[in-house]
């Protein structure tokens, strides 16, 4: 059984860091893997993405300032965010699937993924 445990938010300061992990019982590296935000009001958006060759990939507003990976070792993925942004405040979650083989090639659309955590709270301020 999967379970996903988003921890390490809170609050920073404009130009700030903080990091953020995903505790991910019953996950191997055979999963896809993903972090995603959603700000009051608006859709839930993929953040940063991870396939099982390590190979990531961002969304345009991250790209240079955020940097996912993963420890198969720990079963935990991480999200390191540097250059906090007032626009970066909203909810982030870590989510998981295990599709057919090794995950080829990481997903940034939030219907790819069908396991999710119950999310981590970022607040940046100016």
């Known amino acids: 059984q999967v379970q996903l445990v988003e921890s390490g938010g809170g609050s920073a300061q404009s130009g700030g860091s903080l990091r953020l992990s995903c505790a991910a019982s019953?996950?191997?590296?055979?999963?896809?893997m993903g972090w995603f935000r959603q700000a009051p009001g608006k859709e839930r958006e993929g953040v940063a993405a991870?396939?099982?060759?390590?190979?990531?990939t961002y969304t345009d507003s991250v790209k240079g300032r955020f940097t996912i990976s993963r420890d198969n070792t720990r079963n935990t993925l991480y999200l390191q965010m540097n250059i906090l942004k007032p626009e970066d405040t909203a909810m982030y979650y870590c989510?998981?699937?295990?599709?057919?083989?090794?995950?080829?090639?990481?997903?940034?659309?939030?219907?790819?993924?069908?396991?999710w955590g119950q999310g981590t709270q970022v607040t940046v301020s100016s």
């Open positions: 019953g996950v191997d590296s055979r999963y896809c």
């Open positions: 991870i396939d099982s060759g390590d190979t990531t």
């Open positions: 989510a998981a699937r295990r599709w057919s083989g090794i995950c080829r090639g990481p997903r940034l659309s939030r219907y790819d993924y069908d396991h």
